[in-house]
């Protein structure tokens, strides 16, 4: 039987996910240039194999993206152990659904996030520290 801790840390990594996956997937639609706003300064992003490092990096790659309409059609999350990440609330995040960018067809996508909880003393923001996105499409189809 799981503990209360776990318990009480599982539902507060669903709501997070919860939270954070609509206001990610709003932003890179709407207001993309606002995006970077949800990465921590030394975050990575793995975009189909390619890394992107540091604030001016993400934001170049963003700004270069054609517009987008994402759907998602899943999200699973869980916490990680404070173990795992020297005592930092952390929630792993994975969505996935498709994706059309301007001028080509929809695809499919999966995407892992690492949140990390940033408290100050007026409020509490999940941040990326890591994001890994991948296009799914089956070759061929």
């Known amino acids: 039987m799981a503990s209360n801790d776990f318990r009480v840390d599982a539902d507060l990594a669903c709501r997070a996910a919860d939270d954070f996956i609509n206001l ?3 932003t890179i639609d709407k207001r993309r240039r606002q995006l970077t706003k949800l990465y921590m300064d030394t975050a990575t992003l793995v975009w189909n194999g390619n890394p992107i490092s540091g604030q001016n990096a993400l934001i ?3 700004e270069m993206l054609p517009s987008s309409d994402f ?3 899943m999200v699973d999350c869980q916490p990680v152990h404070e173990t795992a990440t ?3 609330k952390t929630v792993l995040v994975v969505a996935n659904g498709t994706v ?3 001028g080509n067809k929809r695809h499919y996508f999966n995407q892992i996030f690492l949140l990390t909880l940033h408290t100050t003393p007026s409020n509490s923001v999940w941040k990326i ?3 890994c996105f991948r296009f799914q499409d089956w070759a061929n189809a």
């Open 24 to 26: 990610y997937y709003e």
């Open 60 to 62: 170049e790659f963003f």
């Open 71 to 73: 759907t998602v059609n």
């Open 86 to 88: 020297q005592g930092q």
């Open 100 to 102: 059309k960018f301007e």
């Open 129 to 131: 520290a890591s994001d």
